[in-house]
């Protein structure tokens, strides 16, 4: 072994004193995010719950608090940079140093691209794509001096697999997908990791959104021919918490040697692809 070399490494390494860890979740007021931060809390984590939704927010975390889960509520906009910023500055200020950063904030706005409202255009790509780039350089900038720190980023299976009506939603997760592993590859010298989770059809209110009737289900599950889409080979839906798994597993230290990898879970939706 050459000694220098791991003297070096050694140096290298966090000498922070062991301490509770802190992580933050954008999108928690419900759905994945909300998921995501119930199954940190559980394991001991402490949670900041960042949804700019401040009602819902407030609803979802004053239920994990009385489950006697370490969740605390955060209010902000991911869109804005100072707000951006500035929460991660309070996290740190009330919580503690930020281990982890969840980036699950997501909006779906649908429509065939010749009649698109370039306002639901903006307004998708500040939350998917531009929400997880001010949230993860406010991140990166104090876990760098650390050499600590995980990353993951919520995104879909329909950033590699076209959809019809969902243009700007799969361009901006595949916009939050490139950039997460290009930002993995930033901050890797740093003992850094950064992820991404690719759900597919999820139940949760954003994947409600999208059904006119109560042949939704059936139709996601079994697919539709009419717009090039297949159906779920497991002949269901994911839950929350399957997708908030794997989320747990790459920010886990089950997953120390696992950065810039897309997870997909999606029941074999994407074919694989």
Request: aromatic share 4%; hydrophobic share 45%; proline share 5%.
């Amino acid at each position: 072994m050459d000694r220098t070399i791991e003297t070096d490494r050694t140096a290298e390494l966090d000498d922070t004193p062991p301490g509770p860890d802190t992580a933050i979740v954008t999108g928690a007021a419900g759905g994945i995010g909300a998921e995501v931060a119930r199954v940190l809390a559980g394991r001991g984590i402490a949670v900041a719950a960042v949804d700019n939704h401040a009602e819902r927010l407030a609803e979802s975390v004053e239920k994990m608090i009385a489950d006697g889960l370490p969740v605390t509520a955060f209010p902000a906009d991911v869109t804005s940079a100072p707000a951006a910023d500035g929460v991660v500055e309070r996290v740190e200020r009330e919580l503690g140093p930020v281990r982890y950063l969840v980036n699950a904030a997501g909006v779906l706005r649908l429509g065939e691209v010749g009649t698109y409202r370039a306002d639901d255009w903006h307004t998708t790509f500040a939350v998917n794509a531009t929400g997880v780039f001010l949230m993860s350089q406010a991140a990166v900038r104090r876990m760098t001096p650390r050499r600590r720190g995980a990353i993951v980023t919520v995104a879909s299976n329909a950033a590699g697999t076209p959809r019809t009506e969902m243009a700007a939603y799969a361009a901006s997760k595949a916009a939050a997908t490139m950039f997460t592993k290009s930002l993995g590859l930033e901050v890797a010298r740093h003992n850094i990791r950064c992820n991404i989770v690719a759900p597919g059809s999820t139940d949760t209110p954003m994947l409600r959104s999208m059904w006119t009737d109560e042949s939704g289900p059936k139709a996601t599950i079994g697919g539709r021919p009419d717009a090039f889409r297949v159906g779920i080979p497991l002949g269901r839906l994911a839950s929350p918490a399957d997708v908030a798994a794997a989320v747990d597993f790459l920010l886990s230290d089950r997953a120390a040697h696992i950065s810039l990898h897309e997870l997909t879970v999606d029941g074999g939706a994407g074919l694989g692809v």
